[in-house]
């Protein structure tokens, strides 16, 4: 069982995109679904994760106000609006989903690692440039 992310591509500097994370019946029911980022060169970053209970949401500090992570379960998939968007977002971006790591300790510490993650797919490439 994969989350496979699609919907990257090429944008300027200040642009938009929407991420889609497509997911099987099974794979919705992970307690929390998450989008990770990793650049040429650097380890993978979590950005943002949404929990299947009571919708709660976590955004690493840079992309707080500029990205947006919601689901629709009818149509098995998450989503990553990313506006405002800068060229440190490049990366290949990555969903993946985990029913050990708990949102609410994600949000205490501050920083989503990707141990515990499962379901990784592969990613869609986010190039931000002008």
């Known amino acids: 069982v994969q989350l496979q992310a699609f919907w990257g591509g090429l944008v300027q500097p200040g642009g938009s995109l929407r991420l889609s994370c497509a997911a099987s019946t099974v794979a919705l029911y992970y307690d929390v679904i998450a989008w990770f980022r990793q650049a040429p060169g650097k380890e993978r970053e979590g950005v943002s994760c949404?929990?299947?209970?009571?919708?709660?949401?976590y955004y690493t500090d840079s992309v707080k106000g500029r990205f947006t992570i919601f689901r629709d379960d009818a149509k098995g998939t998450v989503y990553l609006q990313m506006n405002n968007l800068k060229p440190e977002d490049t990366a290949v971006y990555y969903c993946a989903g985990t029913n050990v790591v708990r949102i609410s300790t994600i949000q205490a510490i501050g920083v989503m690692h990707p141990i515990g993650f499962r379901s990784w797919g592969q990613g869609t490439l986010v190039t931000v440039s002008s």
């Open positions: 949404i929990s299947r209970g009571d919708g709660s949401t």
